[in-house]
């Protein structure tokens, strides 16, 4: 459940006790986000303006950071978040084939979360599994070879009925 404003207003005063062991430090952003990210679940727009502001960074570096790394979440997302691998390799071997059944079939697109808040799903442009095109990644594992039919199996595993 996204958390609303108010909630992630009255959070500050955690965020601002992990902020402040960072203060003066250089190097410290992605640990910093990383925390802020525990605590919430994603990083909000407002969350990561209160970073740059406390740690006296510009915007546009925690935006970058942020953009950059595939481990940091501008939006909620499902208890299981499927990430597709769109690199050539899995491009080819049918990872848009995977996009349009989750789309149909959990009326599911990139960046999106299920009505029933189980799962969302992104792309990201390679995940160094060439050989096993198309992959999945969920959490740290990686599913190749991805087919409409596992890839209906790998849902109902993770709580799809």
Do not use: W
């Not at 769109?86 to 491009?91: E, N, P, R």
């Not at 009326?107 to 808040?117: A, C, F, M, T």
């Amino acid at each position: 459940m996204e958390k609303t404003r108010i909630e992630v207003k009255e959070n500050y005063q955690e965020l601002d006790s992990v902020l402040e062991k960072y203060k003066g430090r250089g190097g410290v952003l992605i640990k910093a986000l990383q925390e802020a990210q525990e605590i919430y679940g994603y990083l909000p727009r407002e969350i990561l303006i209160h970073v740059a502001y406390e740690l006296d960074v510009p915007l546009s570096e925690v935006y970058s950071v942020v953009s950059f790394y595939s481990l940091f979440k501008t939006k909620v997302s499902g208890k299981c978040h499927l990430e597709i691998c769109s690199g050539t390799a899995c491009y080819v071997k049918g990872m848009k084939d995977l996009l349009e059944y989750l789309d149909e079939n959990l009326s599911l697109k990139p960046g999106g979360v299920s009505e029933d808040g189980k799962f969302s799903v992104s792309t990201a442009n390679c995940v160094g599994a060439c050989s096993a095109a198309p992959v999945i990644k969920i959490g740290d594992e990686l599913y190749g070879e991805m087919t409409l039919k596992s890839l209906q199996k790998l849902l109902e595993e993770h709580g799809h009925e």
